[in-house]
């Protein structure tokens, strides 16, 4: 949030503020139209070359929202983040129909389903060539702010974090951004597993043999506060005089790529199902949306509950939109229909009210007194244009 990567301004921290961004492939049109809203209401404030990687102290983001991560935190030639948020949600659909290609004949897709059962749906060649020409050579520690990127290690059982603030202890993590970027998107049973290494300043050689960050934290809101906060307890005094729980510092908003609550399944009928119809059912992969909407669904309610219980809800901004139908709902439908809609649905949820999960359905239910979408944006932005010319005059 002060100039210069990774950055907060010593000693003088009133707020730790996170931008998070779920996993969800094509639907991540969604979030990229919401953080386009938040990008223009901060050049309102600040002029038009401020960036979201101006405001945050940390940018967290799983699968499809590790590729944002990366558009908004990588610098381009210019030292300035490679893209402006406007350009997102364009990029996603000039580029998805050639990152999920698409046939419409029948047959096609009877040997697309038949393929997802023996090898995975996609090669990935289209999106692994785009990432390689964007990101280059940059690695992890030239992003523009700190980052926070979730992938799980197949080769461990166990999720690999790619975090700014570990690179200083686990140096052989700081990757190249487009193999972080291939492996957090490497969803089971659409693109396969990413393979690369690194080498410590020894020559000591470290394996990743990584897929979809979704596995560990589909919504990755609470693995990028816990990492500030075992920073914090490793010495970092950028966040000082912050404590490692002082979760009422966080000012954190948390943007989902839809859900289809709508599509139910009944144990009656779900009990006949075979290995195929676990991963195949009605165009989508049952197992995977199971998983990713348990993960995103489990640190939303722990989040709500925990910045009801601090008393400072008002730090805490989940934008989801869960009345997903049909195929608009699956990761890859990359048709010019679908994605103009997801992009009318990002407009359209930022009229929304404010609205937060309900514990027991499931459902996400207005707030009374919170007003819109787009107010509470509005007043986040103002918070953190605040909070950065504070930092810059206190300097």
């Known amino acids: 949030m002060a ?42 404030l600040d002029g038009p070359d401020a960036r979201i990687a101006d405001y945050f102290d940390v940018v967290a983001g799983t699968s499809t929202g590790g590729l944002l991560t990366a558009m908004l935190t990588a610098p381009g030639q210019n030292g300035r983040p490679l893209f402006a948020a406007k350009d997102l949600a364009q990029f996603y ?50 992003t523009l702010t700190n980052v926070v990127i979730p992938t799980f290690d197949i080769a461990y059982l166990q999720p690999t974090i790619f975090s700014s ?24 049973t659409f693109f396969p597993a990413h393979y690369f290494h690194t080498k410590d300043e020894d020559g000591r050689k ?46 954190v908003i948390s943007i989902g790529c839809g859900s289809n609550r709508n599509r139910r399944y009944s144990a009656k009928t779900a009990a006949e199902w075979g290995i195929f119809n676990w991963l195949i059912k009605d165009g989508t992969a049952p197992i995977v949306d199971m998983f990713n909407s348990a993960s995103a669904d489990m640190v939303d309610i722990y989040l709500c509950v925990l910045f009801r219980a601090l008393r400072c809800s008002q730090n805490y901004l989940r934008i989801q939109y869960d009345q997903l139908t049909g195929n608009a709902g699956s990761i890859d439908n990359c048709s010019k229909e679908n994605m103009d809609k997801l992009v009318k649905i990002g407009r359209g949820l930022l009229m929304k009210h404010v ?25 986040f932005a103002k918070q953190l244009s605040a909070e950065r010319r504070r930092r810059q005059f206190e300097l």
């Not at 010593?10 to 779920?22: A, E, G, R, W, Y």
């Not at 047959?107 to 060539?129: Q, T």
């Not at 603030?165 to 089971?188: C, G, V, W, Y």
């Not at 693995?223 to 490692?244: E, R, T, W, Y």
């Open 3 to 44: 100039e210069g990567p990774h950055r907060a301004s010593p000693d003088k921290v009133k707020l730790i503020t996170v931008l998070s961004i779920d996993g969800g492939g094509v639907r991540g049109i969604i979030p990229a139209t919401i953080i386009s809203f938040l990008e223009e209401k901060l050049q309102e």
């Open 206 to 251: 470290r394996e990743f043999n990584l897929v979809d960050g979704g596995l560990a934290a589909n919504n990755p809101t609470l693995c990028a506060m816990s990492q500030v906060s075992q920073d914090i307890i490793l010495g970092n005094h950028d966040f000082f005089p912050v404590k490692p729980a002082d979760y009422g510092k966080f000012m």
């Open 93 to 142: 659909i000039d580029q998805s129909p050639k990152i999920f290609p698409q046939k419409n004949w029948i047959l096609s897709k009877v040997a697309s389903a038949l393929r997802m059962v023996i090898g995975p749906k996609y090669n990935g060649k289209y999106l692994h060539a785009l990432l390689r020409r964007y990101l280059g050579d940059l690695t992890l520690d030239r």
């Open 165 to 188: 603030f570990e690179l200083k202890h686990r140096p052989a993590k700081n990757a190249l951004l487009s193999d972080i970027a291939i492996s957090t998107s490497a969803a089971p």
């Open 355 to 379: 609205s937060r999960v309900d514990l027991e359905t499931g459902r996400f239910v207005e707030v009374a007194g919170e007003g819109t979408n787009a107010e509470q944006l509005a007043k």
